[in-house]
């Protein structure tokens, strides 16, 4: 939901576009789903990118979509988040001589490679580009929590926590840097067709993952904390009236999902069984 924080004092240096901060963003998780339409989105509007994920071919084929596609050039950086501490002198070596105006981290695992995925990615990629940012005063962070991320999920438990740390980090942080022309924003979207939500199919609820990038980056400047677009900006207020904490906490809801997984998982089933005769 949006939900800007900015006092009026601020507003003139965190008041900024991405299309302004011309210098090398760097958008992570950047070969499928919500970091690649944020790539494509900021090449679109006249940017070069730096793209890093974990797949090299992958990683390649995007680089050419998006030089052919916007005639932007792009730099790419392959490494495993899920890897933890060991890889960032390698990613700090990769950046280095770059200008980054903007980082995008965004990627997606298990206990310890959803926590170094999802969490630890975070600080450590921040660590690397904020002090040159807070150099030339100026920088843009767009943090990916989730919907998730904003009350606790029963059933999502971990997934759940790791968002709610990116969207304190993110919150802190950018009270911390705002006065030094650092904005740091935190998006936190509800369903996103991606491969991660096994592509649903696109509708008022569920946005293309290029449409959210577009809408989102709108929102930059005017809010640090956003649901990234206005149907999820709706249902955000929604559940919060219709599925109140101690409803999505009770053992009687908790309940009913886990029996609704259980037909849902049968379902995929015997449809994979059907498609593979
Ligand atoms: N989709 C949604 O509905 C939704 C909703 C709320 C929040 N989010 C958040 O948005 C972010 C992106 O999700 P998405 O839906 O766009 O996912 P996605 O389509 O599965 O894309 C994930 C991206 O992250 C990269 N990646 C995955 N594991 C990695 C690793 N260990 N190291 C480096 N890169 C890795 C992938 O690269 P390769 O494929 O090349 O390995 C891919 O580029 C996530 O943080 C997710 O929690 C998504």
Same mark, same amino acid.
């Given at each position: 939901?949006?939900?800007? %924080?900015?006092? $009026?004092?601020?507003?003139? /240096?965190? $008041?900024?576009?991405?299309?302004?901060?011309?210098?090398?963003?760097?958008?992570?998780?950047? %070969?499928?789903?919500?970091?690649?339409?944020?790539?494509?989105?900021?090449?679109?509007?006249?940017?070069?990118?730096?793209?890093?994920?974990?797949?090299?071919?992958?990683?390649?084929?995007?680089?050419?979509?998006?030089? $052919?596609? !916007?005639?932007?050039? %792009? /730099?790419?950086?392959?490494?495993?988040?899920? $890897?933890?501490?060991?890889?960032?002198?390698?990613?700090? +070596?990769?950046?280095?001589? #770059?200008?980054?105006?903007?980082?995008?981290?965004?990627?997606?695992?298990?206990?310890?490679?959803?926590?170094?995925?999802?969490?630890?990615?975070?600080?450590?990629?921040?660590?690397?580009?904020?002090?040159?940012?807070?150099?030339?005063?100026?920088?843009?962070?767009?943090?990916?929590?989730?919907?998730?991320?904003?009350?606790?999920?029963?059933?999502?438990?971990?997934?759940?926590?790791?968002?709610?740390?990116?969207?304190?980090?993110?919150?802190?942080?950018?009270?911390?840097?705002?006065?030094?022309?650092?904005?740091?924003?935190?998006?936190?979207?509800?369903?996103?067709?991606?491969?991660?939500?096994?592509? @649903? +199919?696109?509708?008022?609820?569920?946005?293309?993952?290029?449409?959210?990038?577009?809408?989102?980056? =709108?929102?930059?400047?005017?809010?640090? !904390?956003?649901?990234?677009?206005?149907?999820?900006? #709706?249902? =955000?207020?929604?559940?919060?009236?219709?599925?109140?904490?101690?409803?999505?906490?009770?053992?009687?809801?908790?309940? @009913?999902? /886990? =029996?609704?997984?259980?037909?849902?998982?049968?379902?995929?089933?015997?449809?994979?069984?059907?498609?593979?005769?």
């Amino acid at each position: 939901m949006a939900n800007g %924080t900015d006092g $009026d004092h601020f507003k003139a /240096r965190s $008041d900024m576009q991405p299309d302004q901060l011309s210098k090398d963003p760097v958008v992570t998780g950047a %070969t499928s789903g919500i970091g690649k339409a944020y790539a494509s989105e900021l090449a679109r509007r006249g940017l070069d990118v730096v793209l890093v994920s974990r797949s090299a071919d992958k990683l390649q084929m995007v680089a050419k979509e998006i030089e $052919d596609q !916007y005639g932007r050039k %792009t /730099r790419t950086i392959q490494v495993d988040f899920t $890897d933890g501490h060991s890889i960032y002198p390698a990613i700090a +070596k990769a950046l280095q001589g #770059l200008e980054i105006g903007i980082l995008v981290p965004d990627a997606e695992r298990k206990i310890t490679q959803v926590i170094n995925c999802n969490m630890l990615s975070v600080p450590q990629m921040t660590r690397l580009v904020l002090p040159g940012m807070i150099e030339r005063e100026t920088g843009l962070i767009i943090n990916m929590s989730s919907m998730v991320g904003t009350s606790p999920q029963p059933l999502l438990s971990l997934y759940s926590a790791t968002k709610i740390f990116v969207s304190y980090f993110s919150q802190c942080l950018h009270a911390e840097y705002k006065s030094k022309g650092i904005t740091v924003q935190c998006v936190a979207p509800f369903m996103v067709s991606t491969n991660m939500t096994m592509n @649903m +199919k696109v509708n008022c609820f569920v946005k293309s993952a290029s449409g959210f990038a577009r809408e989102a980056l =709108n929102t930059v400047g005017h809010s640090s !904390y956003t649901s990234g677009c206005l149907s999820h900006a #709706l249902q =955000n207020v929604a559940i919060s009236i219709l599925l109140p904490d101690w409803l999505r906490m009770s053992s009687f809801l908790i309940k @009913m999902l /886990r =029996n609704l997984a259980k037909v849902t998982e049968a379902k995929q089933k015997q449809e994979l069984r059907e498609k593979e005769e």
